[in-house]
């Protein structure tokens, strides 16, 4: 068959073949490198040299000189809030802000823009890396907008801060009690400062009017575009707090797919406490097609560490253990009920008690030998992991990791203030990766910036966005651009039973790739984060250009 598009004079990247990244061939004496890539329909088609593969090209073919540009595979991010992130693509991000005077401004100006009574939402806003370190609260809010429900989640989104005005709207005043696995944080009088963590905010959000849900496919298609800029083609939507965004969300893909409007190979997770009907339905993780397939069911083990909820085996230097979130025994009996029906688990755990306990209940499950599951089970996060649990990780069998490198980059003055030199154990991915474990990267966003660009970076170096500290932070945990790199496509493919379809330049895998504008296995690190996407092709068809 001829081909729609023929790539050459490309620098094309294969696992294990870093940096050069082109195909040594068998015998190099009688045929060169691998430097062109065909792709009919949805497909690749043909690898090998520029001579063999342009001698196929038919009158339609598109052929794209790649000018030696390095040719990568569509990255995929593991852990992605998407339907947060599409959603919130009309609220602040104060992923940029440096200071309270900058938050105010945004909101300010936010306010001037819808007019009074208008809900002002925005995330992404880190207090730890301000000047003021301190959290804001309702007062702060009041100055900036007194005349709007204001409500701002912390960039790790397990805390939020709302306005006198959203608080009243919610019904949240003195006399409230804390929601089950919610904290309202009260001044010395008892009355709510604004600051609302872990299940809190979901007072908040309840009296958010919700987007209509033609604006949220709306929504959801500009979010895939920015995905695509970025380099992104496949994505695991990760649920959230609960409630019955993971009933929408997983409607709003359906109705993407059946529109012929998905344009990202998309696992989605669903809501932990829903097991019970997923197991009842017959349901199995992977069940679906190369576009759309049922993902993990999503625990909660802890919170986080800005919000000190992240649950410790030690206490944080400025707060106590922090806390567990959904009881242990309770994930325990989920996951076993789950584990024998084909449903796989991802649970979420931050701080090394939580982080042992997750690893001790899949270890149970495993040894109870029941497993229909072809997915391997997942811990999300597993920021800070004792060498003693690093053992257990590299016995389990049947578990994958899914770590964030962006948020490490956020997370260094929180984690060096809040744990100090126990910090030693945070965010060991080089650790991790020498388990054996399948370790998996992603972002984590909105929590943190989606660019997979960034995330390797942070993976490679071990530093924050403005390149400090010079030597990086534990260094020894530092990865080559080559794990990086495989951690954002050939083992998160593998991981979750698409292996045979994508994460690879290979002949017979579906056509996700990307072209950057420098060679990032031997461009300068400090350069990577500003990496370009050139080019970015979904399922063989050019979703991305830049213009
Ligand atoms: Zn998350």
Redesign the pocket.
Known sequence: MTPDLIFHNATLYFPGNAPFCRKQPADPSTSPPVTALATTGSRITALGDDDTLLAMAGPNTRILDMDQHLVLPGFIDT?F?FYEWAVNLSSIDFAQTRNFAGMESAIREKAALLGPGHWILGQGFNESDWPENRMPDRLDLDLAAPDNPVCIWRCD?HLAVANSMALSLAGIDSASPDPADGVIVRDGTGIPTGVLKEMAPNLIRNVIPALTFGQLLENMEKAMAKAHAMGLTGIHD?R?MGGEEGTVALKAWQALHCGNRLALRCHVALPGEMTRQAVDLGLCTGFGDTLLRIGHLKFFSDGGMGARTAWMTEPYLDAAYGMPLTPIREIEKAVVQADAAGLSCMV?AVGDRAVHEVLSVFAKVEALNQSACRIPHRI??AQMILPKDLDTLGRMKNLAVSC?PNNMSLDISLINQCAGDRARFAYNFKSILNTGVPTMFSS?AP?ADPNPFAGIFSAVTRQRMDHTPDTGWYPDQCLTVDQAVDGYTLTPATVSGMGNVTGSLSIGKKADLIVTDRNIFTADSKDIPTTRVMLTLFNGQIVYERP
Do not use: A, R, S
Request: overall charge negative.
């Open positions: 852990h809030h989104l990760i959230l979420h999300e996060h964030q984590d929590v």
